[in-house]
């Protein structure tokens, strides 16, 4: 595998990761949101990743090459699970039972999952620090 595949593969798992990371930013924000525009509580979405062909131009069409994939989001899901429902008479958007409908969203999961996506993250950026260092350390060696 070249440099260039290397940079392709980790510039594709970072773009893949920011959005894991806007998604939980997103549910974390909202997770006492009880009241959306489309109606009812806001709904905790994940996100999906699946790998996808890295294309090479012309570039490099050993048979080495031909199976280096990348990853990409395939899909954000919103969580479909019925919501919680607390008794709180005297919150605004309680019903007439004096029960809230309250997001399905585990604060303590949703920061370990960004812990998980920021280190995912920081091996990619790693990598591609890698791969740039070795592309100069070998346009060194031609000098």
Do not use: C, W
């Not at 399905?104 to 996506?117: P, R």
């Amino acid at each position: 595998m070249d440099i260039f595949a290397t940079l392709k593969i980790g510039a594709s798992a970072l773009k893949a990761q920011r959005t894991r990371l806007n998604t939980i930013s997103s549910n974390l924000a909202n997770a006492e949101t009880t009241s959306t525009p489309e109606g009812g509580p806001y709904k905790k979405k994940s996100v999906y990743f699946e790998s996808t062909p890295i294309p090479f131009s012309g570039h490099l069409q050993s048979s080495m090459n031909k199976d280096v994939r990348g990853v990409k989001v395939a899909k954000i899901i919103e969580d479909n699970t019925p919501p919680q429902r607390i008794y709180n008479p005297s919150h605004p958007d309680a019903g007439d039972d004096g029960y809230v409908e309250m997001p399905n969203i585990n604060v303590l999961k949703e920061m370990v999952d960004m812990m998980s996506a920021t280190r995912s993250y920081e091996a990619n950026t790693t990598t591609i620090k890698s791969a740039k260092r070795m592309a100069l350390k070998a346009l060194e060696i031609g000098r």
